[in-house]
């Protein structure tokens, strides 16, 4: 069973992006398939993990979650560090947090590895009558960038899987 199950890669990826995008959420909804539509302020460190099979190898996904330090410049450079992938979040009901986006960018490069492999994520699509985020203007900057780039809803499960499979993928591709 589990207990013997052998691990081929163990890849650590960040979440970033403002505060009350749903980061926790998103990473709630993918490793334990749960979601809160009141979810506190993250506190401490945490990260969680989740085992998943991609090309026949057992890859264990260490994905990081902030610590209700998503003011400027308060993620300490420990977050990024062996960093192989990062989710760069933006609410896409929210212009302010997309326009954050070349801040965090500008942040994670400084303190991350080359080669990182980045999705930006336009999450909250569930409420698309809200939208302040046209789709073209962040496939401008994923294109730009070289950043993937999808919009996911993690109240209703839109691409959750999809976007944590696609940067793992890409990730073992070039590990
Ligand atoms: P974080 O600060 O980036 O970790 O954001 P949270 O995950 O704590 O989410 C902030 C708020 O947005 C909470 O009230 C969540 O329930 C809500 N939320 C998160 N994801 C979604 C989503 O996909 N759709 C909607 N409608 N609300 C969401
Ligand atoms: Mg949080």
Same mark, same amino acid.
């Given at each position: ?32 398939? #749960?979601?809160?539509?009141? !979810?506190?302020? +993250?506190?401490? &460190?945490?990260?969680?993990?989740? /085992? ?22 308060? &993620? /300490? !450079? ?8 990062? =989710?760069?979040?933006?609410?896409? /009901? ?6 954050? =986006? ?32 046209? =789709?073209?203007?962040?496939? #401008? &900057? ?7 780039? =999808?919009?996911?809803?993690?109240? #209703? !499960?839109?691409?959750? #899987? /999809?976007?944590?499979? +696609? ?9």
């Amino acid at each position: 069973g589990d207990y013997h199950q052998k691990i081929d890669y163990v890849f650590k990826v960040v979440l970033i992006g403002d505060s009350a995008v749903g980061k926790t959420q998103l990473l709630a909804r993918f490793a334990r398939n #749960e979601f809160s539509l009141d !979810s506190k302020a +993250t506190i401490g &460190v945490e990260f969680q993990t989740k /085992t998943l099979i991609i090309d026949n190898k057992t890859i264990k996904a260490q994905i990081w979650d902030t610590a209700g330090q998503e003011r400027y410049r308060a &993620v /300490t !450079s420990a977050y990024y560090r062996g960093a192989v992938g990062a =989710m760069l979040v933006y609410d896409m /009901t929210k212009r302010q947090s997309f326009d954050h =986006m070349v801040r965090w960018l500008e942040e994670l490069r400084g303190h991350a590895d080359q080669n990182i492999v980045i999705m930006l994520i336009g999450n909250k699509c569930d409420l698309g009558s809200l939208r302040a985020v046209p =789709m073209e203007d962040a496939e #401008e &900057v994923a294109q730009r960038e070289n950043l993937f780039f =999808m919009e996911t809803s993690a109240l #209703e !499960s839109t691409n959750v #899987e /999809t976007c944590f499979l +696609t940067i793992l993928t890409e990730i073992y591709r070039i590990h």
